[in-house]
């Protein structure tokens, strides 16, 4: 492995490690040969991780944190018992969050306490399937305590993508 991949490994692990926690880094890093980075060809700055052919994770260049892809939520959820890293939902709003919907506070059962406002967060149902993915738009307690407002602001849904 070259220096700038070994490198690029590294600092994805060491974000992960810090934005996560090194369980979900230990999964989403598990099988480490089929990592592999793709890098901006203007400043050779590290764009996304991708396990195999499918994107793992997206770096974003104005906070240096990652983003989740549905498919690395889809990893998490399988390999940490809820609710880490996650909200659940009623059933009822399923289907909206699905195409995209923002999740309000008055929807939400439970959530990971150990989230911070702008933490990537993943949305489920009472299954545990995953619905979406998005930001916590405000702290934890609020969205316990809140009946109205938006508590996580959802980037993508299952139903405009495929894992």
């Known amino acids: ?3 700038k991949l070994i490198f690029a490994l590294r600092k994805a692990k060491a974000i992960s490690d810090y934005q996560f926690g090194q369980s979900i880094t230990d999964i989403l ?20 991780v991708y396990y195999k052919d499918k994107i793992l994770l997206n770096l ?21 018992p809820p609710p880490k890293l996650r909200a659940i939902v009623m059933n009822e709003i399923s289907e909206f969050i699905r195409i995209g919907r923002n999740v309000f506070c ?32 405000i702290p934890v307690p609020y969205v316990r305590s809140f009946k109205t407002g938006v ?13």
């Open 1 to 3: 492995m070259e220096t």
């Open 29 to 48: 890093f598990e099988d480490e040969d089929e990592i592999h980075f793709e890098f901006s060809k203007n400043t050779g700055k590290m764009k996304h």
């Open 60 to 80: 974003r260049p104005t906070n240096g944190f990652f983003t989740l892809s549905l498919f690395s939520a889809d990893k998490i959820i399988k390999n940490i």
């Open 106 to 137: 008055k929807h939400v059962i439970e959530i990971d306490d150990n989230l911070r406002a702008s933490d990537e967060i993943i949305v489920v149902n009472q299954e545990n399937e995953i619905l979406a993915i998005g930001k916590l738009m």
């Open 151 to 163: 508590a996580i602001k959802v980037r993508k849904g299952m139903v405009t993508s495929k894992l």
